[in-house]
């Protein structure tokens, strides 16, 4: 008949009678102390029983702290710039964000990176440049984890491809650059090129690193031949140099030369009309003179002959005549002339009226001479 049965109870091994209430803890640890006893020990009773009960009770503590151990063992904290991967039976599980978290230990396992701090990959060595020259170029790479899945698990050890990828790029970039580049103002364009090729192999490779900046500092020739090296760059920033003070005494001295040609194109241009309308007034004037002349000719005579008195003693302030058949010269004070007949004037242009005066003067004085001349006779 089975325990279970009617009329079965007293073969429950929990001891339950009648199923009439839950089962007693106390009770079904006995027997299972009973039971181990007696795989253990070799049945109940005497001696032997109370060994094979001591055993099993430490048996069950064991396993007890052993539960406890492995519980604890699983517990594990997330910082907020981590994530941790997990992999259950050696596959991809989940990805944890920070905080306390548990994991069973054993069938799975954790690895915990930081995603947020910036790492920094510092290198230095030699490369041929383009034109076949030598140079020590030093560079730092500053990057962080984008993925963490992928920099866990596509590449064994992501850092190690990191400075691969990184000695590449720089080789390649270098290479086509020519050693005055890579040494001077170069250097930029450089490090942008590798920032670029260097994310390229990055994200080929799969690695999950994200980087952030590449840094070139100065490049410099191996030691062994620096100082040819800078003997030649001191040699071209000499030629650079000389080169810049050429432009700019060209810059200085060619507009110069420029406004002073301009000048004085621009002054025989007004050199050529002045004299052409001049010309062309005197020949103008010289037209309506002649057509004057030929309807009075006495008067315009007298005109003219005032007029050329006028130009050629306009600015003269002293006037001596020489007196025909005479051994004096007379003598014109035309300004103190000028002061007695205008009185308040002090201009030394003579008016017409003035000439007039003169003349008449001059040809008083004239006849007295000659009359002066006969009587001598």
Do not use: C
């Not at 052993?66 to 596959?91: H, I, P, S, T």
């Not at 040494?183 to 080929?204: C, F, N, P, T």
């Not at 003179?289 to 002959?305: H, S």
């Amino acid at each position: 008949m089975a325990w279970n049965e009617p009329g079965g109870g007293d073969k429950d091994p929990w001891g339950n009678r009648n199923n009439d209430g839950p089962p007693d803890l106390d009770e079904a640890l006995k027997k299972l102390q009973e039971k181990l006893g007696g795989i253990f020990g070799g049945g109940s009773g005497g001696k032997g029983g109370g060994s094979a009960k001591g055993f099993g009770t430490l048996l069950i503590g064991a396993i007890v702290v052993a539960g406890l151990l492995y519980a604890f063992a699983g517990f594990y904290q997330v910082d907020e710039k981590e994530r941790a991967v997990v992999l259950r039976f050696g596959a991809f599980s989940e990805i944890k964000q920070p905080g306390l978290r548990w994991n069973a230990p054993l069938i799975t396992e954790v690895f915990v990176e930081n995603v947020t701090e910036e790492r920094q990959y510092p290198s230095r060595g030699l490369m041929l440049t383009e034109d076949e020259s030598i140079v020590e170029l030093p560079i730092t790479v500053q990057y962080n984890v984008n993925d963490v899945k992928a920099y866990v698990l596509n590449v064994r050890d992501p850092e190690v491809s990191l400075r691969h990828a990184a000695d590449s790029a720089l080789r390649h970039v270098v290479g086509s650059t020519e050693l005055e580049q890579v040494l001077s103002e170069g250097r930029g364009k450089i490090a942008d090129e590798v920032e670029v090729r260097l994310q390229q192999y990055l994200d080929s490779y799969g690695t999950g690193i994200l980087v952030r900046d590449v840094n070139i500092q100065e490049g410099r020739p191996p030691e062994e031949v620096r100082a040819a090296f800078d003997d030649v760059i001191k040699a071209k920033e000499d030629e650079e140099r000389l080169k810049n003070e050429a432009q700019a005494y060209a810059n200085a001295v060619v507009p110069a030369a420029r406004g002073r040609a301009q000048r004085m194109l621009e002054e025989a241009e007004a050199y050529r009309a002045e004299v052409t309308s001049r010309a062309e007034g005197e020949s103008e004037r010289f037209v309506n003179l002649l057509t004057e002349y030929t309807k009075a000719p006495e008067v315009t005579r007298e005109r003219l002959y005032i007029e050329a008195l006028e130009q050629v003693m306009g600015n003269a302030s002293k006037v001596l005549v020489d007196v025909e058949g005479g051994n004096n010269m007379m003598y014109l004070p035309l300004d103190k002339l000028m002061e007695q007949s205008s009185g308040q004037s002090r201009s030394t242009t003579l008016s017409q009226e003035q000439l007039r005066q003169i003349s008449d003067y001059v040809s008083r004085q004239l006849g007295r001479s000659n009359n002066t001349y006969r009587e001598g006779r």
